[in-house]
């Protein structure tokens, strides 16, 4: 079984109910699954094999593994370094996948000095050490010179401290100190603030007959707007896209609005899969038409 955010929402927790249905009849199942079974997600595997990453990744993978404690001897979690994985776009995992490692190498050396836990209080205060360290210029959250909000190099940590920069400005223009007790930036720092760099787009998919129907009412309906239970449910059907993924499926009509000018994209059925969501190319065969 597979689970990843190509898949809707509906699509996953289908997924999750089988293989969960599976495990408690003790049935063999595997699933192959991208970071998002490590939050929220309550299921017991008895082996884990985690790629490489960060500490705390790790941790929480491992919490998928014999989590309710059902089998007699200690669950089995592996970690693999592959050579040949693409994560040249995820800086967060190549860097807590290095300090991973490094922690990793201390633990071979002197066990003790970490209870001898892999994943223990102290191993984890280790990682953090190293990662943090080495992302200290990032945890000010500096803000580029090209933002549109601040139209200066600056940071966040500034911005919502003592605001030097801002001070500075008025202090040159007006000739005086602000008469403001509180000098923090506290709007323009909400508004240069982004908790996901890589904005998306949400796109209704026709998964299952619930999915299909509720593309066909958004192109049916009338005043969309207003149809707030129909919007509310296409959230359960629809999957998020990245700028350069929307583009490019727009390029190949595999995306559509459901109205003109309405701003909500349905996805081809024939680029949706119900094995593992939606996909770049052709994966599903054109319906045979009756007559």
């Known amino acids: 079984y597979h689970l990843s955010t190509n898949m809707c929402p509906a699509h996953r927790l289908y997924v999750l109910s089988v293989v969960k249905d599976r495990l408690a009849k003790r049935q063999p199942v595997i699933c192959v699954s991208t970071q998002l079974i490590e939050a929220g997600v309550d299921i017991d595997f008895g082996t884990v094999i985690r790629y490489l990453a960060g500490l705390d990744s790790i941790a929480q993978a491992a ?37 991973t490692e490094r922690v990793l190498r201390e633990f071979d050396d002197n ?45 966040l940590f500034n911005l919502l401290s003592l605001n030097c920069a801002s001070v ?57 707007e207003k149809q707030y239970k129909l919007l509310k449910a296409a959230q359960r059907f629809s999957v998020n896209l990245y700028p350069y993924e929307f583009e490019d499926m727009g390029k190949k009509n595999a995306i559509r609005e459901v109205q003109k000018e309405s701003g909500i994209y349905y996805m081809d059925y024939q680029y949706y899969s119900n094995e593992f969501g939606w996909s770049k190319e052709i994966v599903t065969e054109m319906k045979k038409l009756t007559f």
């Open 63 to 99: 919490g998928r593994c014999n989590r309710h404690g059902r089998h007699e001897k200690l669950g089995r979690v592996y970690i693999v370094n592959p050579k040949d994985e693409n994560i040249d776009k995820l800086k967060d995992i190549i860097i807590g996948a290095g300090d």
């Open 168 to 224: 500075q400005e008025y202090q040159r223009i007006h000739n005086a100190s602000p008469s403001l007790p509180l000098k923090q930036s506290f709007q323009s720092a909400a508004k240069a603030f982004h908790a996901i760099d890589s904005p998306t787009r949400g796109v209704v998919v026709p998964y299952g007959k619930k999915g299909d129907d509720i593309v066909n009412q958004l192109c049916d309906a009338v005043m969309i």
């Open 111 to 155: 066990p003790e000095m970490f209870d001898n836990d892999r994943l223990g209080i102290k191993a984890m205060e280790q990682f953090y050490k190293y990662y943090f360290y080495n992302r200290s210029k990032e945890m000010s959250y500096p803000i580029p010179s090209n933002n549109k909000e601040i139209g200066r190099a600056d940071d």
